[in-house]
């Protein structure tokens, strides 16, 4: 079992759609969640981050995670064409001798005017 | 701040020859990373070091070698290039490995071997 999984999509939305993005993990001791957004011919920026469970909001963004089930979302509400892009979910393995990040495939995001 | 800079923005090579991706950052983070990138598919980790003289191995380094005499810079050389290597290449930096502490990526290198 990969160690984290994230259907790949594509996503298309109408503008102002409530957009939910999700990722699954296998190992329980991961305590560090975030998501990056990579917009076309571009480098993944980051996004959201969140540390153990609950849920943590910045703007139109919310970031959820539920350590019972090893589930993480990234909600984005009143979605916008400028939120078109691909969105990789990341989780922080320490692992080995420090933390590195374990990607998603990423979800490719498209949001219709 | 430039932030982190890569060169060339595409290449083009063939089967068996080499060449040198070249990255900067100009925030003095210790933390450098090299990902690659395949259509569909998550980032790679290919090698990070910690520091100038201090490189590890990632998930998928055949084929690939670093070096790190500076803070600033962290070359990824390719050896006798193969088709398996076409991908779009990243290099990030960060201040600390720990959680929270951000990856800067740059614009990446799409690389072709034909």
């Known amino acids: 079992q990969k160690e984290v999984e994230q259907d790949p999509g594509p996503l298309s939305v109408p503008e102002g759609a409530i957009v939910s993005l999700n990722c699954t993990y296998s190992?329980?001791?991961?305590?560090?969640f975030m998501w990056y957004r990579q917009y076309s011919r571009k480098g993944p920026e980051l996004l959201m981050y969140?540390?153990?469970?609950g849920n943590k909001e910045d703007g139109r963004f919310t970031a959820q995670v539920d350590k019972s089930s090893k589930y993480i979302s990234l909600f984005i509400r009143d979605s916008q064409p400028s939120d078109s892009a691909t969105y990789l979910c990341?989780?922080?393995?320490?692992?080995?001798?420090?933390?590195?990040?374990?990607f998603g495939k990423g979800t490719k995001l498209s949001v219709k005017p | 701040n430039a932030g982190v800079t890569q060169t060339p923005k595409f290449r083009i090579l063939k089967i068996g020859q080499s060449m040198t991706l070249q990255c900067t950052q100009d925030?003095?983070?210790?933390?450098m990373y090299w990902y690659r990138q395949d259509p569909g598919m998550g980032l790679k980790l290919i090698y990070y070091?910690?520091?100038?003289?201090?490189?590890d191995k990632g998930e998928v380094p055949n084929g690939y070698n670093v070096s790190r005499s500076t803070t600033e810079d962290f070359p990824l050389r390719l050896e006798l290039a193969a088709p398996s290597q076409t991908s779009v290449y990243f290099c990030?930096?960060?201040?600390?490995?720990?959680?929270?502490?951000?990856?800067?990526f740059g614009p990446g290198t799409r690389l072709t071997v034909l």
């Open positions: 990030a930096s960060s201040y600390s490995p720990n959680g929270g502490n951000e990856q800067f």
């Open positions: 190992n329980s001791a991961f305590q560090y």
């Open positions: 969140t540390y153990s469970s």
């Open positions: 990341a989780i922080l393995d320490y692992g080995g001798s420090q933390g590195n990040l374990i």
């Open positions: 925030m003095n983070h210790n933390y």
């Open positions: 070091s910690v520091g100038a003289g201090i490189t």
